[in-house]
């Protein structure tokens, strides 16, 4: 684990594969760290990518700032890290609110990503219900904490298929929700509920781009993967079998393969 001093809070990030490869940036998930990638470092870094994985302000081991979160902020933070790794673009990626912060950066910094990666995620605005949901959540989270909630989603995070057959995964999924800070997350569940609507902007991305999704997901279903596909010029699109919202984790081998895929074909003219 390195750390840097970047934007007021200290940066908690993995930094594996040759510092002369290209970039690979991933950016986790709610209410997750990044530890959710470490089946796919070995994996990039066998298709000639160095990987850089940060752990976002609030989650893991980067400081807390409670209040807002807005999603500028993450992208900042993310495009800070690229200069103090001296990292001037680089494909990007993320799982569900990750994968929308991996939109922010494209919008804010569309000149940095040379590939995107989209998995289990949307690009809708919020809905007036769902800022009300979010926001509830956030005064949830502060006042219980996070395991009744961990508890409550962990069958909707990891499909219950794999919960049965790979128990491990399902305890991977929950120390990282039962470990994130209430303070962190209720600040980006507030600053979630603000993100822009991405939709045209994924019209006119004309880098390489893959969409991936769990067939069994309910939180993005596999329609919303299928319109983000439609929507973005030049993108792939995978379906993993039988997995929920984290088929990174609940079928790596699979998911892994098609990260493979992309990387050394659509993506090979980013090296």
Request: hydrophobic share 45%.
């Amino acid at each position: 684990m390195a750390t840097a001093s970047l934007n007021g809070v200290s940066v908690s990030y993995t930094d594996e594969g040759d510092r002369s490869a290209p970039v690979l940036l991933l950016i986790h998930g709610h209410p997750f760290d990044r530890s959710m990638w470490e089946p796919q470092l070995a994996a990039a870094v066998a298709a000639g990518r160095r990987v850089v994985a940060p752990d976002l302000r609030g989650y893991g081991g980067t400081s807390v700032v409670p209040g807002v979160t807005g999603f500028e902020a993450f992208a900042a933070d993310l495009a800070a890290l690229l200069d103090h790794l001296g990292v001037a673009s680089a494909v990007v990626g993320g799982l569900s609110m990750g994968g929308q912060i991996a939109m922010e950066f494209c919008r804010l910094h569309a000149d940095r990503v040379q590939g995107l990666i989209l998995a289990d995620t949307f690009p809708r605005a919020e809905t007036p219900e769902g800022k009300v949901f979010r926001n509830n959540l956030a005064d949830r989270l502060l006042k219980e904490g996070m395991d009744g909630y961990a508890a409550e989603v962990i069958d909707k995070m990891v499909a219950p298929a794999t919960i049965a057959a790979r128990p491990e995964v399902a305890a991977h999924v929950l120390r990282m929700m039962r470990s994130t800070s209430p303070e962190g997350a209720a600040a980006a569940l507030r600053g979630r509920a603000e993100r822009p609507d991405y939709c045209e902007l994924l019209s006119r991305t004309a880098v390489p781009a893959w969409v991936v999704v769990g067939s069994d997901d309910t939180y993005t279903p596999v329609s919303d993967a299928e319109f983000m596909h439609r929507q973005l010029p030049h993108s792939t699109l995978t379906v993993i079998e039988g997995a929920g919202h984290m088929p990174n984790l609940e079928y790596p081998a699979e998911f892994n393969a098609a990260l493979t895929a992309y990387l050394e074909g659509p993506a090979a003219s980013t090296r």
